[in-house]
């Protein structure tokens, strides 16, 4: 079954961020991801409350694959700077 990973991320320094943006996606092309949507536009809360800042929806074949991209030490490496450059809430779900 898919997995999907959704982070709700708000960038609070552009310019720091790009570095993160260089060297995402061949890590990410490496673990067979596929990103669906990312939106760097307030998004339209239609019920409840949801934080400012932009969505990101990425698949991957499976639970595996997607536990692999996230604990794979290169992105680990990479994710500090998303970590000092952004605020991020991220989740992962199995898909049916």
């Known amino acids: 079954m898919p ?12 310019t720091g961020y790009q570095e993160y943006l260089a060297g995402f996606m061949p890590i990410f092309e490496r673990h067979n991801g596929r990103l669906l949507t990312v939106s760097s ?13 932009g969505v990101v929806l990425m698949e991957f074949p499976d639970m595996e ?29 199995e898909g049916l």
């Open 65 to 93: 694959k997607a536990r692999a991209w996230k604990n794979d030490p290169d992105y680990q490496e990479l994710a500090k700077i998303r970590q000092h450059t952004a605020t991020t809430n991220m989740v992962l779900v």
């Open 41 to 53: 536009k307030p998004v339209e809360c239609v019920e409840g409350t949801w934080p400012e800042g």
């Open 3 to 14: 997995a999907y990973f959704i982070a709700q991320i708000e960038i609070r320094d552009p």
